[in-house]
């Protein structure tokens, strides 16, 4: 079992950092840490921020334990509440753009795809993100 899936059944992952530790973190901690992204919703695509995050194939997201999802999707609530409570992505240039790619990338992964629309439909309504952004979400978000 790949790290991606142990940390999302709720193990520690390299940092200490667990699925309740990010749950649980502040909206400030969540926009000021940048390497806690990668590890809540993992994808096929190394990370270039942060070298320790996992990855995983598109076989193991398809097939990841039903804890793992529930936990993902607890993660996608949270995210989806600093997002409600921040202005910070609602900007043309945002590094929260970057983080909504990951994620619309992790949800289609993993099979998750009225997730990935509704959340996709989500920031999309924003009207304040560039058009840059719009097309890796585009391409980020299953059809």
């Known amino acids: 079992m790949s790290l991606a899936?142990?940390?999302?059944?709720?193990?520690?992952?390299?940092?200490g950092r667990?699925?309740?530790t990010l749950i649980h973190a502040s909206d400030a901690w969540l926009e000021h840490h940048h390497d806690w992204v990668q590890w809540a919703f993992p994808n096929q695509d190394p990370s270039f921020f942060n070298d320790d995050a996992p990855v995983w194939t598109a076989e193991?997201?398809?097939?990841?334990?039903?804890?793992?999802?529930?936990?993902?999707r607890r993660l996608l609530a949270r995210f989806v509440a600093f997002l409600d409570r921040t202005d910070d992505w609602r900007a043309p240039a945002d590094h929260?753009?970057?983080r909504i790619t990951r994620?619309?990338?992790c949800l289609r992964d993993a099979g998750l795809r009225a997730e990935a629309?509704?959340?996709?439909?989500?920031?999309?309504?924003?009207?304040?993100?560039?058009?840059?952004s719009r097309r890796f979400w585009k391409g980020a978000a299953p059809e």
Request: hydrophobic share 50%.
């Open 96 to 98: 929260n753009h970057a």
């Open 117 to 132: 629309q509704a959340f996709y439909a989500l920031v999309t309504a924003a009207p304040e993100p560039g058009e840059r």
């Open 18 to 20: 667990t699925v309740e």
């Open 5 to 15: 899936t142990r940390f999302l059944l709720g193990e520690a992952n390299t940092d």
């Open 103 to 105: 994620v619309l990338l």
């Open 60 to 72: 193991e997201a398809a097939a990841l334990p039903p804890a793992a999802v529930e936990n993902l």
